[in-house]
């Protein structure tokens, strides 16, 4: 599936060997930064399903322990896999 791609590629120590090893951090307090991931993540791939929203903790986790460097590096990954892969974004929108 298209959404499970594309946070498989943006954040790939949460879904490789290692996953098991990341604490993901599901308290969010960092409301100004999940707010600018998940604004990011639908302007370039569209909205999120009831789906995909499994994945907000993906986000939340960047948020609260990368510094505003890497909260802009992910962002660009995901914009990057929908641009590139916008064919098959089309296809399920």
Do not use: W
């Not at 969010?28 to 999940?34: E, F, S």
Request: with cysteine; charged share 25%.
């Amino acid at each position: 599936m298209f959404v499970d791609n594309l946070f498989a590629e943006a954040f790939p120590k949460h879904f490789g060997p290692d996953a098991d090893l990341v604490e993901m951090t599901v308290q969010p307090r960092d409301y100004k930064c999940l707010r600018y991931l998940m604004e990011s993540t639908e302007n370039n791939c569209g909205k999120f399903s009831d789906y995909s929203l499994k994945y907000v903790k993906h986000l939340v986790h960047v948020c609260e322990n990368q510094d505003e460097a890497g909260v802009f590096e992910v962002a660009n990954k995901i914009a990057d896999f929908c641009e590139i892969n916008a064919e098959a974004l089309a296809f399920i929108q």
